[in-house]
């Protein structure tokens, strides 16, 4: 079956530094990708998302760069703070219309040090 | 805005015992509503999703079931909990915006221990 995984599991940055967390997918017919951040206790927060007709796309502090020929998918935060501290989940969407087949990686715990 | 709210936050439960989690949403019309299980390191799995009242499609066949009595209330059940039930179970909405669907907005989820 298709599936979503992360390069990495772990990650720690300095505080103020700029962080990137990778994920692959192998769903070549993925239109549709999605970043959560997870803090401890709470539910995924939707972060920024991306169709595949773009290669990039920016929100505050965060930037996620598709790569459909790899199908590699990034996070960059920048400038990143305590608050940063959370696991993130990269998600793609094998439908081209609802969220049904949504398939969600297992996430990178980022480490902010102070 | 919208908002979602999930209870209880935590609860133990003895196997054997129902189970009955409540999610509702504010703030939007006619959502899709979706269950979902985390376990300990491990990305989400869908469990129930819905796209109107009493209407439910179940993704993993176990020991759960989901119903939607009103249109922005979602429940997840169980008659007789398993200790593999345990986990932490999360509550989404999205609604129609025209041309495809809002990503999926979460709650804060339960954090359901069966001992």
């Known amino acids: 079956g298709e599936s979503v995984g992360l390069h990495l599991p772990t990650l720690s940055v300095q505080e103020g530094d700029n962080s990137i967390i990778n994920c692959a997918y192998s769903?070549?017919?993925?239109?549709?990708f999605i970043w959560y951040k997870q803090e401890s206790g709470k539910g995924p927060q939707f972060i920024i998302d991306i169709r595949s007709n773009m290669d990039k796309r920016q929100g505050q502090r965060v930037t996620v760069l598709l790569n459909k020929t790899v199908k590699h998918l990034s996070l960059q935060i920048a400038a990143t703070q305590p608050g940063d501290s959370a696991v993130y989940f990269c998600a793609e969407n094998g439908s081209n219309f609802g969220n049904e087949k949504l398939t969600f990686g297992t996430g990178t715990r980022l480490t902010i040090i102070p | 805005s919208q908002t979602i709210h999930q209870w209880p936050a935590t609860l133990v439960q003895p196997v054997g015992s129902p189970l009955s989690l409540e999610c509702t949403v504010e703030?939007?019309?006619?959502?899709?509503l979706y269950w979902y299980r985390q376990a300990a390191g491990r990305g989400l799995q869908l469990l129930f999703y819905?796209?109107?009242?009493?209407?439910i499609s179940s993704e993993v066949p176990q020991n759960l079931s989901a119903s939607r009595p009103q249109d922005r209330q979602f429940i997840l059940s169980s008659k007789k909990l398993l200790l593999s039930d345990s986990g932490f179970y999360l509550c989404?909405?999205?609604?129609?915006?025209?041309?495809?669907?809002?990503?999926?907005?979460f709650g804060n989820g339960t954090r359901l221990t069966v001992t």
């Open positions: 989404a909405w999205s609604v129609y915006r025209g041309l495809t669907y809002s990503p999926l907005h």
């Open positions: 769903n070549s017919a993925s239109d549709y």
């Open positions: 703030g939007t019309s006619n959502p899709n």
């Open positions: 819905s796209v109107g009242i009493g209407q």
